[in-house]
């Protein structure tokens, strides 16, 4: 896959993302979502810097509606780094990242972990709360189900759904959630 890109549509909230795609040296996702919640629109959009083993290099969040919100992180070996260059000691122990708008970021553990057919893995993400801007860390866990199904656990919230996903490992249909309406 050089290139890719997949359009979702809100089941649980009214939105729609398109997301591109590109790998080469490194893989690059932006995707941008437009919607509306509790009655006020909002646009949100990312880009996502990986390496070629779905690591996370750096994360861009931007967020637009009643206020706007801009967040930029970099992970280096030694953890995470805010735009100013600030280590942000809470959030070392975070590997992926998830962005609560978007089905895409569980294609990263899903890609970084490689689990074999029946294994279950817990990891630590950098959660971002979205339209509110808010991040801070959350245990989840991934299991193969039969590699076009993971079970996905949002361990500190008690919250399961199993994902189905394609042939590179992108969400098709996410129950209440998201469902891809292209391709």
Not at 9 to 29: A, D, F, P, Q
Not at 127 to 142: A, N, R, T, V
Request: net charge negative; with cysteine.
């Amino acid at each position: 896959m050089k290139k890719k890109t997949v359009v979702w549509k809100g089941c649980y909230s009214n939105t729609t993302e398109y997301m591109e795609l590109v790998r080469g040296e490194s893989i690059i996702v932006r995707g941008h979502i437009t919607g509306e919640e509790e009655g006020k629109p909002y646009y949100a959009s990312y880009i996502l810097h990986l390496n070629l083993q779905w690591e996370v290099q750096s994360v861009s969040v931007m967020m637009k509606s009643d206020e706007s919100v801009e967040l930029f992180f970099e992970k280096k070996p030694d953890g995470w780094f805010d735009k100013d260059g600030k280590a942000l000691v809470t959030l070392k122990d975070c590997t992926d990242i998830d962005i609560s708008l978007t089905p895409f970021t569980n294609t990263l553990p899903v890609r970084r972990l490689e689990m074999p057919r029946g294994a279950t893995r817990e990891i630590t993400v950098l959660y971002f709360k979205l339209p509110e801007g808010e991040f801070y860390p959350m245990q989840q866990s991934y299991t193969n189900i039969d590699d076009r199904f993971y079970k996905y656990e949002n361990i500190d919230g008690g919250y399961a759904a199993v994902l189905e996903l394609d042939k590179d490992g992108i969400v098709v249909y996410y129950p209440g959630r998201w469902q891809r309406v292209f391709p």
